[in-house]
T-cell receptor
Framework: DTEVTQTPKHLVMGMTNKKSLKCEQH?????MYWYKQKAKKPPELMFV???????INESVPSRFSPECPNSSLLNLHLHALQPEDSALYLC???????????????FGDGTRLSIL | GQNIDQPTEMTATEGAIVQINCTYQ??????LFWYQQHAGEAPTFLSY????GLEEKGRFSSFLSRSKGYSYLLLKELQMKDSASYLC????????????FGKGTKLSVIP
């Protein structure tokens, strides 16, 4: 079990559906992240939120829409996804960067997304 | 840009010691992490080095040389459950938010 909770664990959706992935942490972290991981590949950063504001968007298509309603929650809204978007979506959180970086990012168990 | 290299696969015997190397080229280095990832599961944090030297945590140790752009993860007294991918990740970028992962080393522990 991790201290970052993601729901749902598995999601199957059609290309015309709208769904949301949810992430919650109660470690007092003020930086939260979305990563995408394809099979046998490392995680790739998608978005970073700092103090509930979007800090980094790694050129992610607009069919992925992040939202950070408060310091504990992070959502990823999905719309009109493509089959190639099937992957493991990981949420992570960390303290804000200080003099020696942010310390470790703690990952949730991920949502395994399949697009039909 | 970032460039992180680690071996693709390694095999070691139960009870032995294994060293997984990682070399990196990056701008704005702010720390290096090692994560363990079992197939189908999330990465689990193992260790963090921001200064040169050795960090020890039970059976796991990690070493960093910033001048050489080099790190290694040392696993002692290997157990079957240590079979997993080990990801080297470098923290860099403006604001130190960007964690870039190497491609991972798949470790197989055999009896």
């Amino acid at each position: 079990d991790t201290e970052v909770t993601q729901t749902p664990k598995h999601l199957v959706m059609g290309m015309t559906n709208k769904k949301s992935l949810k992430c919650e942490q109660h470690m007092g972290h003020r930086a939260m992240y979305w990563y995408k991981q394809k099979a046998k590949k490392p995680p790739e950063l998608m978005f970073v939120y700092s103090y509930e504001k979007l800090s980094i968007n790694e050129s992610v298509p607009s069919r992925f829409s992040p939202e950070c309603p408060n310091s504990s929650l992070l959502n990823l809204h999905l719309h009109a996804l493509q089959p190639e978007d099937s992957a493991l979506y990981l949420c992570a959180s960390s303290h804000l960067p200080g003099g020696t970086g942010s310390g470790p990012q703690h990952f949730g168990d991920g949502t395994r997304l399949s697009i039909l | 840009g970032q460039n992180i290299d680690q071996p693709t696969e390694m095999t070691a015997t139960e009870g032995a010691i294994v060293q997984i190397n990682c070399t990196y080229q990056t701008s704005g280095f702010n720390g290096l992490f090692w994560y363990q990832q079992h197939a189908g599961e999330a990465p689990t944090f193992l260790s963090y080095n921001v200064l040169d030297g050795l960090e020890e945590k039970g059976r796991f140790s990690s070493f960093l040389s910033r001048s050489k752009g080099y790190s290694y993860l040392l696993l002692k007294e290997l157990q079957m459950k240590d079979s997993a991918s080990y990801l080297c990740a470098v923290l860099s970028g403006a604001g130190s938010y960007q964690l870039t992962f190497g491609k991972g080393t798949k470790l197989s522990v055999i009896p």
